[in-house]
């Protein structure tokens, strides 16, 4: 089995792992279809077809969520509609911390000189994400004023957590 | 029914058309119809999804042999499929005369229009 095969058969083995219940069954039968593709190229196309057709069924169905929170918060009364709100605002920010982290992780592996630096650290866990929140809250303040208190509840949070621990280890 | 009849739709489409009662499986209708895997598997997904095709794991033929994906038509997508080939096949005859009719006439002048 030549190096492209194996590549193809670990992304889609690696796709069904991570996809959705409802793409399961499709990722499973594009990666069983591969036993029966002559040519090592021609597998490793038909992998990478296969993982675009997943992530856009997966996001289809992501897209449906949404849908239906929306019209569930559409159903609401005034206090759980912004309790919904505060809750998708927390849930973003935490979302969009954990990307900023992600990406400097990522550069840290890449650009090992940066691994153990302190701004890299303090890049990652506080500068990045507070300025990701409050463009945020400035942007979504008038229009979705609940979901932009989440964030600046989350804002707040991360910022004590940094400031409890400043004053514990300095 | 809402579903967006591209190129690519009746291609495969027109793949289940042949030998419609039987089961296919995915490369195969990837070789008839020439279309990769990222464009063949949303149709698929798409037409089952629309309760047009039923899907189903082949029994396994031979110990350590794995399933197979098979798909094939419900008998709604058949009626669906028949009458847009239909549908399409005059829209190609309608298009195939009128060039006749174009070809006959003299090529309009544009300082007319």
């Known amino acids: 089995m030549g190096g492209p095969r194996k590549f193809a058969g670990a992304l889609l083995r690696a796709v069904l792992r991570i996809a959705p219940a409802e793409s399961r069954d499709w990722a499973r039968a594009m990666l069983r279809e591969m036993d029966f593709i002559e040519g090592e190229w021609a597998v490793l196309f038909w992998a990478l077809g296969s993982t675009t057709s997943i992530l856009r069924h997966a996001a289809s169905g992501w897209r449906r969520w949404f849908r239906s929170k929306s019209n569930q918060e559409a159903g609401m009364n005034s206090t759980g509609r912004k309790a919904l709100g505060v809750g998708l605002g927390m849930l973003s920010a935490l979302a969009l911390a954990g990307c900023a982290f992600a990406v400097l992780r990522i550069a840290g592996t890449v650009f090992p000189e940066l691994r153990h630096s302190s701004w890299e650290y303090w890049l990652g866990v506080l500068i990045v994400p507070e300025i990701v929140f409050v463009i945020a809250i400035v942007m979504l303040w008038r229009k979705r004023g609940p979901v932009a208190a989440g964030i600046l509840a989350t804002g707040l949070v991360m910022a004590l957590h940094v400031a409890v621990h400043l004053t514990l280890h300095w | ?113």
């Open chain 2, 1 to 113: 029914m809402k579903l967006r009849l591209s190129l690519q739709t009746l291609l495969v489409l027109d793949a289940f058309l042949e030998q419609a009662e039987e089961w296919k499986y995915g490369y195969d209708l990837s070789r008839v119809t020439g279309l990769k895997s990222g464009t063949l598997y949303p149709i698929l997904m798409r037409l089952a999804g629309h309760k047009l095709l039923e899907t189903e794991w082949e029994a396994a033929s031979e110990p350590g042999k794995p399933p197979r994906h098979m798909y094939r038509f419900t008998p709604e997508g058949l009626r669906f499929a028949r009458a847009n080939a239909t549908a399409n096949a005059r829209g190609a005859l309608d298009q195939v005369a009128l060039g006749l009719t174009t070809l006959g006439q003299p090529a309009p002048n544009p300082a007319e229009s």
